[in-house]
């Protein structure tokens, strides 16, 4: 069974930083992409932040994240962390953990990942 749950998120002010981890159960973990994924508000579509390639290690960050974000996968706990640095209020939003069954180059369409996490808020102000 594929299962991930996410945890962390919170409010902060601008300028903070936040953490949101995601537990993935074996099945999952094995997945040959994980990542996360954000929905800035209910009419929004979700839109990547960072994804990892198991295989290799190989990160892919969303330009708006990239020396801000750190994304980071432990095998042992069967975790994957974003670690959210120098936030800005765009980056309010439900951010969701996503696992995709098949690799594919293009990482950031939602549509490919098939396996999704609930969600959990995280919401910066100005």
């Known amino acids: 069974e594929v299962h991930l749950s996410e945890s962390g998120g919170g409010s902060v002010q601008a300028g903070g930083s936040l953490t949101v981890s995601c537990k993935v159960s074996?099945?999952?973990?094995?997945?040959?992409?994980l990542g996360w994924f954000r929905r800035p508000d209910p009419r929004s579509l979700r839109e990547g932040v960072a994804?990892?390639?198991?295989?290799?290690?190989?990160?892919t960050y969303v330009d708006s994240a990239k020396g801000r974000f750190t994304l980071s996968r432990d095998s042992a706990k069967r975790t994957l962390t974003l670690q959210m640095n120098n936030l800005v209020p765009d980056d309010t939003g439900i951010y969701y953990c996503?696992?995709?069954?098949?690799?594919?180059?293009?990482?950031?369409?939602?549509?490919?990942?098939?396996?999704w996490g609930q969600g959990i808020q995280v919401t910066v102000s100005s």
């Open positions: 996503a696992a995709a069954r098949y690799y594919t180059a293009y990482k950031f369409d939602d549509y490919r990942y098939t396996d």
């Open positions: 074996e099945w999952a973990f094995s997945r040959p992409l």
């Open positions: 994804v990892i390639d198991p295989r290799n290690g190989q990160i």
